[in-house]
C-alpha cells in the first residue's frame, strides 16, 4: 500500500505511513478496495469497516448426472416383522445382536444370486438385482432371494426370539447412478415408480410371505395363500433350479411342485 502523501509503501497491516506518519487508506477486508483513511463504510461493498468477513458458506455440490443411466432394475424390500414389539422386550445390546443376525442372513442369500444390498434401514434392507451387475434373470434371481431370505430369517435362533420377514419385490424402469449426500452418508440414488412400489408391497405382504407386482413373462404363480410368483417347468432345468439351488432348500413346498427338480 503506497502513502497518499509520500507515495511511500508501507504494509497492508499499517494504520499510518512509516516515512510521514500520514494517515493510510482503510482496506475493506472483503472485497479490497481502498477507502478514506475516515471511512466507516466501504465504498465497495458497502460493508462497515472494521467488520470481520463471516466464515464462507460451503454449498454442497450438485449431485452427478454424467454416471446415470436409465435401466431395467428389479428392487427387493425385505422387513424384519414385529421389530417394534421386540424393541420394547429387548435390552438394546440384545436387539442389536438379532438385527445384526437378520442382516447377516438375508446379504447371505442376496450374494449367493448376485444382488446388491443398497441400504440397511433399521430392520428393513433394500436389495438391488440389476445393478450394477445386470443378468437376463434378475426378476426371477430376486424371487429366489424374498424365499431364501424369508426361510433363512425364519430359522434364526437368537435371544430365543422367533423371527420373520416379508418381502416386497418390483420391477421396471428406473435412472440410476446420481451420487447423493456426502461424506459415509453418500450413495446412488434410484429414481422411478419401482423402488416405491416394492415398499408399498412389503407392507402388504403377510409374515413369511413374499408378494410382487406382477409376474414375468414365462412365470406361473402358486397359489393365492402363498402370495409369490415361481418359475415355471419351462424355465429350469430337470434336476436342479437354474440358479443353482436346489430345491431340498425351497422354503415353501408348492416351490418344488413347481420348480420341477427331482428330489
Known sequence: MRCPSC???????????AQCG?????????????????ARFCGGCGRPLGETPGPTTNVPPSPRTESAERRQLTVMFCDLVGSTPLSSQLDPEDLREVIAAYHRAVAEVVSRLDGFVSRYMGDGVLVYFGYPQAH???AERAVWAGLGAIDAVRRLDVKSVKLQARVGIATGLVVVGDLIGAGPAQEQSVVGETPNLAARLQALAEPDRSSLARAPVGWSAVSSSTGISVP???RVSPRRCRLGACCDQAPLRAVSRHCGARR
Not at 500520514?22 to 475516515?38: I, Q
Open 7 to 17: 507515495m511511500a509503501k508501507n504494509a497492508r497491516t499499517r494504520r499510518f505511513c
Open 22 to 38: 500520514a494517515a493510510l487508506p482503510s482496506v475493506c477486508p472483503a472485497c479490497g478496495f481502498e477507502n478514506e483513511p475516515a
Open 136 to 138: 437376463e434373470d434378475d
Open 232 to 234: 415355471s417347468r419351462s
